[in-house]
Nanobody, 112 residues
Framework: QVQLVESGGGLVQPGGSLRLSCVASGFIFSGYTMNWYRQAVGKERELVAGITPTGGSTRYADSVKGRFTISRSNVKKTVYLQMNSLKPEDTAVYYC?????WGQGTQVTVSS
């Protein structure tokens, strides 16, 4: 069965950085676009970033452009989200996604 396991969340001060990872199993990882979503308390889940199967194309929410970078390793079956210059408004649970499949999420809290 499909499994998506996120890690790397935590508490960070404004301006800090975190790197999220999502290890995938149960499907041919190299054949699928992978996405990161996030959901803050009281808000709808929103797309943060996506990356095509070979990594040749990426897309970002306007709110994170220039600060976040999505990447992947098809050998390691892992997708990453490097988050720099973090802001309090980036606080949310971050989810890895492939089609209708979701990970359990990892909490990111940006606070001084």
């Amino acid at each position: 069965q499909v499994q998506l396991v996120e890690s790397g969340g935590g508490l960070v001060q404004p301006g800090g950085s975190l790197r999220l990872s999502c290890v995938a199993s149960g499907f041919i990882f190299s054949g699928y676009t992978m996405n990161w979503y996030r959901q803050a308390v009281g808000k709808e889940r929103e797309l943060v970033a996506g990356i095509t199967p070979t990594g040749g194309s990426t897309r970002y929410a306007d709110s994170v452009k220039g600060r976040f970078t999505i990447s992947r390793s098809n050998v390691k079956k892992t997708v990453y989200l490097q988050m720099n210059s973090l802001k309090p408004e980036d606080t949310a649970v971050y989810y890895c996604n492939r089609l209708g499949d979701w990970g359990q999420g990892t909490q990111v809290t940006v606070s001084s």
